[in-house]
Nanobody
Framework: QVQLVESGGGLVQAGDSLRLSCAASGRTSSGATMGWFRQAPGKEREFVAVITWSNLAFYTDFAQGRFTIYRDNAKNTVYLQMDSLKPEDTAVYYC?????????????????WGQGTQVTVSS
C-alpha cells in the first residue's frame, strides 16, 4: 500500500503564498504520477495540477500562472507552491498518486489519496 501525508496548509491573507507538501511512503513505484486536487465546502473535488515522474506538469486554468507543482523523486515528495492566493482558493487540498502512466485530471484516475490539508485565505 501507499500512504500520502500532506502538510503546509494554514490561514493566510489574500496575496500571500503557501507551499504544500505531500510525502509518499510504502509501496511507491518509480513512474508514479502525482496530482493535487481541492474541495471547497459544498462543492465537488476539483483538479488543480498534476506532474509526471519526468516532471511534465499540467494545471487547471485557475492554477496556471499562480501555482507551481514540482517533485523531489529522491524524497518521494510532491509540492504545490501557491502564490497570489485568493479567498476563492480556500479549500481542503488533497494529494493523489497514480501508479500507472497517464496524467488524469479526474479524481477517478488516482488510486491513493492523502487525508487533506486545509487552506484558508482571508480577504
Amino acid at each position: 500500500q501507499v500512504q500520502l501525508v500532506e502538510s503546509g496548509g494554514g490561514l493566510v491573507q489574500a496575496g500571500d503564498s503557501l507551499r504544500l507538501s505531500c510525502a509518499a511512503s510504502g509501496r511507491t513505484s518509480s513512474g508514479a504520477t502525482m496530482g493535487w486536487f481541492r474541495q471547497a465546502p459544498g462543492k465537488e473535488r476539483e483538479f488543480v495540477a498534476v506532474i509526471t515522474w519526468s516532471n511534465l506538469a499540467f494545471y487547471t486554468d485557475f492554477a496556471q500562472g499562480r501555482f507551481t507543482i514540482y517533485r523531489d523523486n529522491a524524497k518521494n515528495t510532491v509540492y504545490l507552491q501557491m502564490d497570489s492566493l485568493k479567498p476563492e482558493d480556500t479549500a481542503v487540498y488533497y494529494c493523489a498518486l497514480r501508479s500507472m502512466v497517464g496524467v488524469p485530471t479526474e479524481s477517478s484516475g488516482y488510486g491513493y489519496w492523502g487525508q487533506g490539508t486545509q487552506v484558508t485565505v482571508s480577504s
